[in-house]
T-cell receptor, first 113, second 112 residues
Framework: GENVEQHPSTLSVQEGDSAVIKCTYS??????FPWYKQELGKRPQLIID?????GEKKDQRIAVTLNKTAKHFSLHITETQPEDSAVYFC????????????FGPGTSLSVIP | ETGVTQSPTHLIKTRGQQVTLRCSSQ?????VSWYQQALGQGPQFIFQ???????GRGNFPPRFSGLQFPNYSSELNVNALELDDSALYLC???????????FGQGTRLTVV
């Protein structure tokens, strides 16, 4: 089955710096890659996603890149702010009507003011 | 906030007991997935229901079972509870018209 690895497990950056989280997936059939942010005690919330027909997607300070050949994708957060502190999960699935989403183990991001 | 609601929010059970968790999906959504999130880990896929049928299952034993009702709400049942079943249980609803899944706030289950 699908397996998703994520690195690093923890990341500390100074406010204003950039943060990069990297993930790899095993199932070449996966074609949908969402990223979730989970603040302490709250539900995971989708922050950005990318489908396999594009290589990069950007939404304000957040961007995601996808390399299908290497089966890895990355989240980039620029100009980090303290409110970006949270656990970030990458995930992979097949973009069918109803397929399960496999999550990575998470990255705990701390933005130091 | 999403329209996905779960009940109860917190629950304490004794080892060996049975528990039922509930999830109301967002309006217009016909797919519900259940996840187990242990402390400090990512959500682990339990199973998914689409139009009242189980549609995919993760590596969980048969004592984890579920139902989906005609209004697309769903239940997760766990029999013979074990201490390791203590976790946050999340449901996520989605539509076959879109891939994005929306999570409920979760049920925190503690088995003592």
């Amino acid at each position: 089955g699908e397996n998703v690895e994520q690195h690093p497990s923890t990341l500390s950056v100074q406010e204003g710096d950039s943060a990069v989280i990297k993930c790899t997936y095993s199932d070449s059939a996966s074609n949908y890659f969402p990223w979730y942010k989970q603040e302490l005690g709250k539900r995971p919330q989708l922050i950005i996603d990318i489908r396999s027909n594009v290589g990069e997607k950007k939404d304000q300070r957040i961007a995601v890149t996808l390399n299908k050949t290497a089966k890895h994708f990355s989240l980039h957060i620029t100009e980090t702010q303290p409110e970006d502190s949270a656990v970030y999960f990458c995930a992979a699935s097949m973009w069918t009507s109803y397929d399960k989403v496999i999550f990575g183990p998470g990255t705990s991001l701390s933005v130091i003011p | 906030e999403t329209g996905v609601t779960q009940s109860p929010t917190h629950l304490i059970k004794t080892r060996g007991q049975q528990v039922t968790l509930r999830c109301s999906s967002q309006s217009g959504h016909n797919t519900v997935s259940w996840y187990q999130q242990a402390l400090g880990q990512g959500p682990q896929f339990i199973f998914q229901y689409y139009r009242e049928e189980e549609n995919g299952r993760g590596n969980f034993p048969p004592r984890f079972s579920g139902l989906q009702f005609p209004n697309y709400s769903s239940e997760l049942n766990v029999n013979a509870l074990e201490l390791d079943d203590s976790a946050l249980y999340l449901c996520a609803s989605s539509s076959d018209r879109a891939t994005e899944a929306f999570f409920g706030q979760g049920t925190r289950l503690t088995v003592v």
